[in-house]
Each structure stands twice: as C-alpha cells, then as structure tokens.
C-alpha cells in the first residue's frame, strides 16, 4: 500500500479539527499561515510537509500516526491484529521483497539513496530501465516500499510477540524486545536503510513511515506503563525509559555482522536483560524461554 495522497492527508486533516471544534481561522493562526494556505492544505491542493504534519498533530494533541488511519478516526495506524502469517515471529528466511527491491537495497547499501541511480538498480536486477519502470514508478517509490514493507513486517512480528507473552505486561515487554533486536539483526539491511535515508524519502512518505516508527514505540509504551501499573516495573519515568529501551534496541543494526562473534539469540538475550535493568523489572533472565 502507498503512503496516503496529500488529498487523503487533508481530508483528516480537517476531519480532526472539525472533531476538537477548532476553527479554520484560529487553526491557521496557530500555525503561523493564512487561513487560504489552511484552506489548500485540506483540501489536497497544497502538499504537507513533515514539520507541518508535527505541527498539526501537537496543536491538534493527537499523534502523527492518527494522521494516516484509514479512516482518521482512531488512535493509532493499522496494527496487524492477526499474526498467522508473523506466527514464527522468531524464524527469519530470505528477505520477501520482490527481485527489484533486493537490487534496490543493495545499491542503496552501496552507494546511498542519493549516490545510486535507477540505472544502477536495473543492472542490478538484470534488466532495462524501462523494464524497472514498468514494476516502479520511480526510486523514490522503491525507497518508500522497502521501508513500508520492512516496518509492516516489523509491527507484525512484535504484535505476534506481544501476544505471546499473555496476561503478564513484563513478560509482553521482554518479547517485543527480543523481537526488536533480533530482527534489527536478521534484518540489519533493511533496519540500516529505514533509518539513515528517512531524509531521503519525500514529505508525505517521510511522515508516513514515520508513524509506522510511532506505532512501533508506542507498543512498547503500553507495555511499560501496564507493567507500572501492576508493580512489575519500578521506574518513575516510563516513557522515558520506554524510548531508551526501543532506541537501544534499534541501534544494534548499526554495528551487528553477520559474520561477527555475537548471535543474534545472544545478543537479544542481554539486552533484554539490559532493558529489564532500564525499567527496573523484577524479572530474571530463564535461557530456556528464548530471551527471558
């Protein structure tokens, strides 16, 4: 799926201010344009830039993600509520891309977003341009795929993870730990990319896979704050500690190798246990329960 058109963005745009009754006029005010610029920017004829799309979602006091549901009614963007197909969050195969986003990946690896060129990618995936394009509208839609899919995938899998840990939010929150770091190790490439070329993408998919990395802390907010709430964790700064947690565990593809020393299994059980120490957890560590 593609990120929502500059229309559709609009649209819920207007259909979040309408909802908190705040005017078209005093909506433009606290954004600093006119109430014509307000005006073009809802009804799609003006596209939103990201530190816009911030702007709207403080004034407005909901979340970027909430911008990019369907219907722009609920809290947070489409999380997979079935995981058949994320089941095995922990098993990882060949990545699923189709051949052209593989050459795409490997090009953006090689030489960057910016340093490779769409000839590049049609070498690399052994056919002519005009043949890419006929799969790809342009590079930039192939930079905005490999990062929807590899985020999809990702919320995927921690939502199947999250559900493996039952009635207990400590236990849910040591999963999806686990979950993060082994799949910023088995997917180090993919994870690399979504991170370092989000400055690459344009405004509208920038902000949407965006709100897909919104999603995905703020899964692991619930958790720490239910866990809280039910004197599993201790600490007195829980989203704090939460974005701490999800930061470290994203980083690990930026120094994990394949053909280092460290598995990913090891790798995920420490900082599990690291991120247990962070929200002050009274959980021990049991190798026999994969990371916990």
Not at 228 to 240: I, L
């Amino acid at each position: 799926m593609g990120a929502p058109s500059d229309q559709e963005v609009g649209r819920r745009i207007r259909t979040h201010r309408e909802r908190r009754q705040v005017s078209l006029r005093e909506m433009a005010r606290r954004l600093d344009v006119s109430p014509a610029t307000l005006s073009a920017l809802e009804n799609g004829r003006t596209a939103v830039s990201v530190s816009r799309m911030f702007a709207v979602s403080e004034i407005l006091d909901i979340s970027v993600a909430e911008l990019f549901d369907e219907d722009g009614l609920v809290g947070t963007i489409d999380l997979p509520m079935s995981t058949a197909t994320v089941a095995g969050w922990r098993e990882y195969g060949p990545t699923p891309n189709d051949p052209i986003l593989d050459a795409a990946l490997v090009c953006i690896m090689a030489k960057g977003y910016h340093g490779c060129s769409v000839r590049d990618i049609a070498e690399a995936a052994n056919l002519s341009v005009p043949a890419l394009y006929h799969h790809h509208a342009s590079k930039q839609a192939m930079l905005y795929s490999l990062m929807d899919a590899t985020m999809t995938d990702l919320i995927g899998r921690m939502t199947a993870a999250r559900n493996d840990g039952g009635d207990c939010a400590a236990q849910r929150f040591a999963l999806m730990v686990e979950c993060l770091v082994l799949y910023h190790t088995y997917r180090r490439e993919l994870s690399f990319v979504c991170g370092s070329e989000m400055r690459s993408l344009e405004p509208v998919s920038r902000a949407s896979i965006a709100a897909k990395r919104t999603a995905v802390q703020r899964l692991v907010d619930i958790e720490v704050l239910d866990a809280v709430d039910a004197g599993e964790f201790g600490t007195t700064q829980p989203k704090e500690s939460s974005r701490a947690v999800v930061t470290m565990c994203m980083s690990v593809a930026n120094w994990f190798r394949p053909d280092g020393p460290a598995r990913p299994a090891d790798i995920a059980r420490s900082y599990t246990q690291f991120s247990l120490d962070i929200v002050r957890g009274t959980m021990s560590t049991d190798p026999r329960k994969g990371a916990l």
